[in-house]
């Protein structure tokens, strides 16, 4: 293989795919990039963990066809610190790699591309079209609210559920729960529900952009994203995700409404004197005021009042700080909406397509 590029083209490459690559792994295969020549003057490259995987092209010059497996970190890290202007890479006997540029040249051990992983082949699965921007939209919208938990392990990633014309996006980690709802451009022929571990939705949504398309592919046990032809193939978690339909509470007609940044700012404050034992910040709601407090033991205390419109009964609720600065930081409408059901209900807030539940603190 001998090939000739910009470094900036093949920075750009190398950084797309690299964030796959195992550091600690038993097989020295997937600490390497698969670098392979394709038609039409493309280089394609590839990355594995074995649960995910990623493929890019970069536009070369293709002296001699060719493939060859080159230690990720080494690779990088030497056409970083390469001179500007063209590389050319080209292999030798006994997978040794010839990397140069100008007035600079480096020579790499690779392994053969015989021991890398193939990537998997979605022939014949119907695709799922929508826009990179609301997906973007969807993924900052729940993402916060995946459980970390390993033993829950259902829960470590985000359930895609696609129905008819619509996409639904989930998370919970079993104390809150995020759902958004988009319209698909259109119906699909069948239904499909995935769980998508976080670090495949990390990598998409690292290369979503704000305009474009996108494509999904699901199939038994996979799901392939195609964003501006960088492909993610990820495994999805197997199990069954819980029925998060009974958790979420049925609308009720005396809602809180209040500024959001005005909530965001006071939640914000409270949280300053949280401590791993003592968490929970009060909400209290009277007719025209929301009181939100914060006692902790030998620490101090704080009290902040903010405006809100309300017509119920008044109420307290305790709650856990980081879940409403997660999900408010997060929302770009002016006012949002609370349901709030008393001490040991859930707090609720919903927007045109998404709802929020958060489980009630003690105090």
């Known amino acids: 293989m001998k090939i000739k590029m910009s470094k900036d083209e093949l920075m750009i490459g190398i950084q797309t795919v690299q964030n796959v690559v195992s550091v600690k792994t038993t097989l020295p295969i997937l600490s390497n990039i698969l670098v392979e020549t394709v038609k039409n003057d493309q280089l394609k490259l590839n990355s594995t963990d074995l649960d995910l995987g990623i493929s ?45 540029g100008n007035r600079c040249r480096f020579k790499l051990i690779g392994l ?25 939209e969807m993924i900052r919208m729940t993402s916060f609210a995946v459980s970390h938990e390993e033993s829950r392990y259902v829960l470590n990633g985000i359930l895609f559920e696609i129905a008819d014309d619509s996409l639904s996006l989930v998370a919970s980690d079993g104390r809150r729960l995020a759902k958004i709802t988009k319209k698909l451009d259109s119906p699909i022929k069948k239904e499909a529900a995935v769980i998508i571990p976080l670090k ?11 305009e474009g398309e996108l494509s999904l592919v699901v199939s038994t046990n996979q799901a392939l994203f195609d964003i501006n032809g960088v492909l993610i193939a990820t495994r999805i978690i ?41 968490q929970a910040v009060k909400l209290e709601v009277f007719k025209d005021k929301m009181v939100v407090s914060k006692i902790t033991p030998e620490i101090g ?35 949002i909406e609370f349901e709030l059901l008393g001490a040991d209900k859930q707090l609720v807030m919903r927007l ?12």
């Open 56 to 100: 890019c092209g970069i536009a070369v010059d293709v002296l001699e066809e060719g493939a060859i497996t080159i230690p990720a970190k080494r690779f990088s890290d030497i056409v970083r610190e390469m001179p500007s202007g063209d590389i050319v890479i080209s292999t030798k006997k006994n997978n040794q790699i010839d990397i140069e």
């Open 112 to 136: 053969p591309k015989d021991e890398f992983p193939k990537f998997p082949e979605f022939k014949d699965k119907e695709v799922i079209t929508l826009d990179q921007e609301v997906l973007k």
């Open 200 to 210: 495949a939705i990390q990598e998409i949504n690292r290369n979503l952009k704000d």
């Open 238 to 278: 197997e199990g069954e995700y819980p029925n998060y339909n009974q958790v979420i509470p049925k609308p009720i007609q005396q809602k809180v409404r209040i500024t959001t940044q005005d909530i965001l700012d006071a939640v914000k404050r409270a949280h300053l004197l949280s401590t791993p034992d003592f």
């Open 301 to 335: 205390e704080s009290r902040e009042e903010i405006a809100i419109e309300y017509g119920g009964p008044e109420l307290m609720v305790g709650v856990n700080p980081q879940f409403l600065l997660d999900v408010l930081k997060n929302i770009n409408e002016l006012t």
């Open 352 to 363: 045109k397509d998404y709802i929020y539940v958060a489980m009630p603190m003690r105090l």
